[in-house]
Nanobody
Framework: VQLQASGGGLVQAGGSLRLSCAAS????????MGWFRQAPGKEREFVAA????????LYADSVKGRFTISRDNAKNTVYLQMNSLKPEDTAAYYC?????????????????WGQGTLVTVSS
């Protein structure tokens, strides 16, 4: 499965961005999908995940209430709406397809990864 993330960019603190992740084939509609991020010098960390139907969303505590994950299986696409962005949200954001239909916070639960899209939040 190939995943193509897009939508990153430069935004001021308090602003919003919507990331998209398009999958190359329909079989990801049976898989959980997740978003992770990696800031310079830091490990890749979990951001959000959703089950195969678009339900049971999981969020990192640092983004809860500000970010929303959703998916459109008809378009093989998962989204991450990011509101009230903070400078500490600056990172490369990666989408990933899970090994099962159940969302998970662990990187090892994801089999396919996109190339990353850079989000920079200025103060």
């Amino acid at each position: 499965v190939q995943l193509q993330a897009s939508g990153g960019g430069l935004v001021q603190a308090g602003g919003s961005l919507r990331l998209s992740c398009a999958a190359s084939r329909r079989t990801v509609s049976n898989n959980a999908m997740g978003w992770f991020r990696q800031a310079p010098g830091k490990e890749r960390e979990f951001v959000a995940a959703v089950d195969w139907r678009g339900g049971t969303p999981l969020y990192a505590d640092s983004v809860k209430g500000r970010f929303t994950i959703s998916r459109d299986n008809a378009k093989n696409t998962v989204y991450l709406q990011m509101n009230s962005l903070k400078p500490e949200d600056t990172a490369a954001y990666y989408c990933a397809a899970g090994r099962s239909s159940v969302p998970n916070r662990s990187r090892s639960s994801y089999a396919s990864w996109g190339q990353g899209t850079l989000v920079t939040v200025s103060s």
